[in-house]
């Protein structure tokens, strides 16, 4: 079975995950310190906070920013489903931007159209690792006087115009999960060049430095996990798990379960700063290497795939190969599976928000969430097995409706 994704583990992760537990606090403290100077500098902006989540991150945000009970959020009708509980708790009103359906980003006119005399903020993601229009929606934030967000969770390194993305925004938020451009399993970063909302966050992060014993128990179940994706009994698993009946129970199973480890700490351990300042500092051409393999791959796809347009607004960081397809995409999955490639669909990629918002006029949205097929693409994907996927996907083209 070609799994849809694979975590990257390296040799020297064994030996963080063994000297975590033994470091003297003070030592803990400038580890996770020299990580976050690294990550402003390369941001460009001058603050930046480690915390145990990108989901967090944005909460400190929203919170520093002002936002009240019954304040507008201008968010994407196509990005992550459990973002809405986490902004709604705190009373906010969600307004959903459409998507273009070709680069599945919110663009300038379909923010402006959102904005009204309660809107007081805007979150604009870079969906996928692909740059949206960044500049533009900026200067619709502007011209409204409401402060612009940038969700980078997918796209660490990526760039508009010489700058990269996180720099244009009030603040960013980033993601350090395992299948992100810097993987560090689990934790996110607050980036801003707000002095007033950088003091906030450290006041709001006012608390003993983190335990590296919850981010190494839950680096030791994505290890775990690893070992089954890469054993000859996944094939089996995936047949069971991602059917018709059992796909969308599992997801929410997993992503709760997840949610779980993730416990309440507020800061990243030093054992994840000592994971991700080396992958930071191989950023560039980690992105370089996999959006290279990632447009090799759209370049080679049948016609009834229609690939995510990745630079149209700049260069773009590798999270996902994700594709539409002309068809029906869950007969295509169960297709595939039989033949021994997993591909993720619905749920398991992005949700559609508009629609869990109760709202049918996005129908850029609805179209990317009912049409997108995530493909495999990683390192370790071998030669033998990207041809094969390729193969699978031509003749699945061919004998499909």
Not at 223 to 239: H, K, Q
């Amino acid at each position: 079975m070609i799994p849809r994704r694979r975590i990257a583990l390296e040799g020297r992760d064994a030996l963080a995950w063994l000297l975590a537990p033994w470091q003297a606090a003070s030592r803990r403290d400038a580890q996770v310190r020299a990580f976050e100077a690294a990550f402003a500098r390369s941001i460009g902006v001058g603050h930046a906070r480690a915390t145990a989540s990108g989901r967090l991150a944005l909460g400190l945000i929203v919170d520093g920013l002002g936002l009240r009970p019954g304040d507008e959020l201008v968010i994407p009708a196509y990005t992550l489903g459990e973002l809405l509980p986490l902004l709604e708790s705190r009373g906010l009103v969600l307004v959903p931007a459409d998507i273009d359906p070709d680069t599945y980003n919110m663009t300038p006119t379909s923010v402006q159209a959102c904005l009204g005399p309660r809107s007081r903020a805007v979150l604009a993601v870079h969906m996928l690792g692909a740059p949206c229009d960044i500049e533009g929606i900026l200067a619709v934030t502007q011209a409204h006087g409401v402060p612009l967000i940038e969700d980078c969770a997918h796209a660490t390194g990526a760039r508009v115009a010489g700058r990269v993305v996180g720099s244009f925004g009030r603040a960013a938020l980033f993601s350090l999960e395992p299948t992100k451009p810097v993987a560090a399993f689990g934790g996110g970063v607050l980036a801003t060049a707000d002095d007033a909302l950088a003091a906030y966050v450290d006041t709001a992060l006012n608390g003993p430095s983190a335990s590296s014993w919850p981010a190494l128990r839950r680096a030791l179940f994505k290890g775990a996990e690893e070992l089954v994706v890469r054993s000859p009994a996944y094939g089996v698993l995936a047949r069971h798990l991602f059917d018709d009946k059992r796909a969308n129970r599992f997801e929410a199973f997993y992503r709760r379960a997840n949610a779980r480890r993730r416990g309440p700490q507020q800061h990243l351990s030093a054992f994840q700063a000592n994971l991700a300042l080396p992958r930071l500092a191989r950023l560039d051409a980690r992105n370089q290497r996999l959006e290279a393999a990632c447009a090799a791959l759209a370049a080679e796809l049948p016609a009834r795939f229609r690939p995510q347009r990745r630079d149209a607004f700049g260069t773009p960081a590798f999270y996902q190969c994700v594709a539409r397809f002309d068809g029906d995409i869950r007969q295509l999955r169960r297709a595939a599976l039989a033949r021994g490639v997993d591909l993720g669909i619905g749920e398991e990629i992005m949700s559609d928000t508009a629609h869990r918002l109760g709202r049918d006029d996005c129908p850029g949205a609805a179209r990317v969430f009912a049409e997108a097929v995530m493909l495999p693409l990683y390192d370790g994907l071998t030669p033998r097995r990207r041809d094969y996927l390729l193969d699978t996907l031509h003749e699945l083209a061919r004998e499909l409706p």
